[in-house]
């Protein structure tokens, strides 16, 4: 899987900012999770990278277009990806594996994981529930028809038949 490495040790100590725009990064993340997105365009990252202290500051903004599918009519639609970010990234102590880090002391280098930050702000922005939009009516669950193309020809729904003889019940 690509990823987008930083060696924080080498920048000035005010930062450089950093584009991508990397097909092929967004492909691999999307293909080795399994998630059910397409990209609609390629999102494109702007970032700051400050060396710091004890770790590194990223400022940074994230925007692009994902094709998604909607949890009530099952039709595909665009989606408008945004996320601005400003995360602290510190060294990994002793106590915790170097590997859940994602800044690593390589070499006498520090070195930045700028893509696992990056793919995390992507799947915090991305809706819990997708929806086409608010007022979707969904699909009818007898005939399956997307009800935001119109009514459907299936009867109403009667309720549960074993409370049928409750129907005609009068209450004073």
Do not use: Y
Not at 27 to 52: F, K, M, N, W, Y
Not at 83 to 106: I, K, T
């Amino acid at each position: 899987m690509k990823n987008w490495l930083i060696t924080v040790s080498d920048l000035p100590a005010d930062g450089r900012e950093f584009s991508f725009a990397d097909d092929e990064f967004w492909q691999d993340r999307l293909s080795g999770h399994g998630v059910a997105i397409e990209l609609a365009d390629s999102p494109l990252v702007d970032a700051t990278v400050q060396p710091q202290s004890g770790g590194a500051l990223v400022r940074g903004r994230l925007r692009g277009n994902v094709r998604l599918i909607c949890d009530r009519c099952a039709e595909p639609f665009d989606f408008p990806v945004q996320a601005e970010f400003e995360l602290f990234e510190a060294l990994p102590n002793d106590d915790e594996p170097a590997e859940d880090s994602r800044l690593r002391l390589v070499d006498d280098a520090l070195e930045l994981d700028l893509g696992a930050m990056v793919w995390e702000e992507f799947v915090l922005a991305l809706p819990m529930k997708p929806l086409c939009r608010d007022e979707c009516r969904g699909i009818c669950s007898k005939c399956g028809q997307n009800l935001n193309n119109g009514q459907c020809d299936c009867a109403g729904d009667e309720g549960d038949p074993r409370l049928a003889v409750f129907r005609d019940l009068k209450l004073k």
